[in-house]
Nanobody
Framework: QYQLVESGGGLVQPGGSLRLSCAVS????????IGWFRKAPGKEREAVLC????????HFADSMKGRFTIYRDNAKNTVYLQMNSLKPEDTAVYYC???????????????????WGQGTQVTVSS
């Protein structure tokens, strides 16, 4: 059974940091692309970052470059999203998704991600 479970969300003050985790079961990180997406209130879900099966990473939004980083621990079958210098506009539900079809290539296309986690809420507020 394929499963993704996000954790690590919470309330943080502007300028603070959070590390989100996406624990994967049922397949290896070497066989999939893992992407992080977020959905803010009143907005569509947007792609944040992804990591391919070979470990290559791709940013999808300039607003997060230099602040957000994606990396993985193959032994733990977990992908992390490190978020620094958080802003109120980063408030959203963050989701991780898995694309097993084209694992070599990161994509921002939501429909490419077959499996999804339940999401974790991140709130940036003073």
């Amino acid at each position: 059974q394929y499963q993704l479970v996000e954790s690590g969300g919470g309330l943080v003050q502007p300028g603070g940091s959070l590390r989100l985790s996406c624990a994967v079961s049922g397949f290896s990180l070497k066989d999939v692309v893992i992407g992080w997406f977020r959905k803010a209130p009143g907005k569509e879900r947007e792609a944040v970052l992804c990591i391919s099966n070979s470990g290559d990473t791709t940013h999808f939004a300039d607003s997060m470059k230099g602040r957000f980083t994606i990396y993985r621990d193959n032994a733990k079958n977990t992908v992390y999203l490190q978020m620094n210098s958080l802003k109120p506009e980063d408030t959203a539900v963050y989701y991780c998704g898995a694309d097993p079809i084209l694992p070599l290539f990161c994509t921002s296309t939501e429909t490419a991600y077959v499996y999804w986690g339940q999401g974790t809420q991140v709130t940036v507020s003073s």
